[in-house]
Structures are given as C-alpha cells and as structure tokens.
C-alpha cells in the first residue's frame, strides 16, 4: 500500500503543471517602497517600478503623520494586543478608532475585525443560518460569496449590477429572514452596485441589505463616506455596512459600521470577532489618523479622480476598450490568459508594474489587466502608462498580424 505522503505530492505536482499549462499559474514577487512617502514606486524583485495595482488608492500607506501615530501607539502600548477584544485585547485606541469611524459615518455604532473576509464572515453567520436565504450579485467579491455559503442559509445569486434580477430571487423564495449581500464597488470590475435600487427592493421584499464598501470607502462621495453617501442612502436604508481599512484608509483591518443593536449582537454572535486576537493598538491608532486625513484633505479624492477621467480619455484616444468604470479600478479585459500575461511582462519591462488577473478571479475568457489608480501617482505616471499601453498595442498587433 502506497503511503498517503507520495498520493499528496502527486496531487499537488498535477495541479500546479495544470495551472502552468493553463498559464493560471500564480507567482508572488517581493515588494518593497524604498521610500515610503511615494508608496507608487517599488522595487519589485529588486527592480524600481512604479506600481498601477495597489488598492491605496489615496496614497496613504507612507503618510509620515500616520507613521508617527503608528510608532507612538506602539511605543506606549506595545506591538500586540495580546488577546481578543473580549478578553483583555480591546483597548483606548480600539474604542477611539470605532467611535471616531460612527461619527465619520453618522452610525450610532461601529465595530473592528481584523480583515474585511473575517468581518463578512461574521455578519454573515450572526445574522442568518439554516431556515434563511442569502442572495447576492454574481460578482461579489469571494468573502461574501464565502460567508453565504458558510452560513447553511439558502444560497442563490443574480446577475451582476441587476436589481431586477434580485427581485425576481428574492420573490420567488421565502425564508424566515432574508439577506441581500453585494458590493459597493466591485474589485474586478471598478462598477458600482445599483445601491438606491437594491435598497428600495429589500424594504419592498423585507430583506436586510449588507454593503461591502471596501474599494468605495474613502474614495465615492462628497466627503469620502463611500458608495453609501455617493448614492444618497441612510444608514436605515443602507443598515449593515462594512468596508476596509487597508485600502484607501492605507493600514489595515476592516469595520462594521450599523445600529447599537447590530454591533451588540456582533458582539454576541460574530465567531471571527469573539475568537481571534484584536488588532495591534498601533494599527488603531494609524488608522484613526488615516481617516482625519480622509476627512479633512479631500485634495487627495479631488486628485484621483482628475487622474482618473485622464487616463480614461487618453484610453478611448488609443481604442483601448476599458470595462465601465469611474472608481480608481481601471480594468483593461484582454480575454485569454496568454494575453493579459503577455501585457503584463511588457509594462513590467517598461518599468510599470501591473499583474495579469486571470481565472479563477474573473471568469474564463475575461483575463484582464487590472489597472488601479492612486492620489500618488502624477498626470506624468499616467501619461508614461498610457504611452506604454500605446507601444504593447503596436507589438500585439504585429504578433497577431
């Protein structure tokens, strides 16, 4: 009898020479920012590169002020929490940053996770089980298709940005509670979730609607409250929201902002809040420093989404088609695998670091350069990108000729 250990390596070597031969094969490079204050140009493999897919869309990552706040929270509270919030690891900067981030909001309540996966994870298992129906869009991001499944709730999708589409589920099932999940603004494809429409259809179906505003936090509205406040919803409408604090925030963890009542009974019932170890006291800290600067320098918001219509206008000149998209999320769809990989070594060539996003993360057939935009970058960045795009459309051109 063969030992399970030589079954193991045969599975293992048959599945990554089947993502090879796929070109689905997935390879991590060591980043680094030599210079934290322009966190866009990093030495990817020991090259300087300027980097067009990080989510710090509001180039806050190497902010000396939230460095700071970082090093004298560590300073004074250590480096670790030391236990879970319910334990003995919730602490002043925890409390500050939950209060700080429900008056940013206008919630009563707000409450920390460590990442946005857990945090959806746990709204999801808190608030609907077996008996219950979840439906979602299509094209979630896979922590909320993860916490739907989780649950042994009723699972049904529909299509993508459809409210239709999510009516007709919602009314041809009924559940003892029901919860409508989607994304603010969709990390793949840059668009945004009809919210004003998908809340009009969950008090008309009494459906409870949770927001993943991750990509749109910090960066839609008026005062960077997100997809929420670009759509003009209030917290009654739009009553469960979770967003990250990683990406335009530029730190790390994630939140959920609602009722007094829903934050309690996360507390009760959220299995990734109770049993897992608090963020760091300096990562609090950071973060609370990361959103005044959200709410008080909005030159960064103004910035970004001037770099953003450049690069889509200067796209359309060169008949680049680019998916519908005015967040910092620029997808370039180039369809097989072969060909985003093909782009993506031209740019990296070129100095401009842009990986190819392949299957499993988009469908088949829709492999894409994934082109994200930051308040970092300068109008000259741009202009370098789209000259760089405009040289691998004439190589591609004659290859395919």
């Not at 459809?162 to 840059?190: I, Q, Y």
């Not at 994630?254 to 897992?276: E, H, K, M, N, P």
Request: aromatic share 6%; with cysteine; glycine share 8%.
């Amino acid at each position: 009898m063969r030992m399970s250990a030589d079954s193991l390596s045969r599975y293992l070597e048959a599945t990554l020479a089947a993502a090879e031969a796929a070109d689905r094969r997935r390879v991590r490079r060591t980043i680094s920012a030599p210079i934290p204050q322009q966190p866009t140009r990093i030495l990817v493999d020991g090259r300087l590169c300027t980097a067009f897919c990080s989510n710090d869309y509001l180039g806050l990552s190497g902010d000396p002020r939230i460095a700071a706040a970082f090093a004298g929270a560590a300073a004074q509270y250590g480096v670790g929490s030391g236990a879970s919030h319910l334990v003995c690891g919730h602490g002043p900067e925890h409390a500050a940053l939950e209060e700080a981030l429900a008056d940013f909001l206008d919630r009563e309540r707000a409450i920390l996770f460590s990442t946005g996966y857990m945090a959806n994870l746990g709204i999801a298992a808190a608030l609907v089980g077996r008996g219950d129906l979840v439906v979602e869009d299509r094209l979630n991001h896979a922590s909320l298709i993860d916490a739907g499944l989780a649950t042994g709730a009723r699972f049904q999708r529909y299509a993508h940005a459809d409210a239709a589409s999510a009516d007709a589920v919602l009314a041809k099932h009924t559940a003892r509670h029901r919860l409508l999940a989607t994304d603010g603004v969709f990390s793949m494809d840059g668009d945004v979730a009809p919210l004003v429409e998908l809340a009009e259809i969950c008090s008309e179906r009494d459906a409870w609607l949770v927001i993943d505003d991750a990509h749109g936090f910090g960066v839609l509205g008026a005062h960077g409250r997100g997809s929420v406040e670009a759509h003009g919803l209030s917290a009654s409408q739009a009553p469960v929201l979770m967003a990250t604090l990683g990406k335009a925030i530029g730190v790390f963890g994630a939140f959920v902002a609602g009722s007094r009542d829903l934050i309690d009974v996360l507390v009760q019932r959220a299995r990734t809040y109770i049993y897992t170890t608090a963020l760091p006291p300096a990562v609090a800290a950071a973060a609370r420093q990361a959103l005044e600067l959200v709410r008080t320098e909005s030159w960064r918001r103004d910035h970004l989404h001037e770099l953003i219509g450049r690069f889509r206008s200067g796209a359309a000149a060169l008949g680049l088609t680019l998916l519908p998209s005015g967040t910092p999320i620029q997808p370039l769809v180039l369809g097989s695998e072969r060909r985003a990989v093909a782009a993506s070594r031209h740019l990296l060539a070129a100095g401009l670091y842009v990986p190819a996003i392949r299957p499993p993360t988009v469908p088949a057939g829709s492999s894409r350069l994934r082109i994200t935009l930051s308040a970092a970058h300068s109008a000259q960045d741009v202009a370098r990108l789209l000259e760089t795009l405009a040289e691998w459309q004439r190589t591609a051109a004659g290859r395919d000729a």
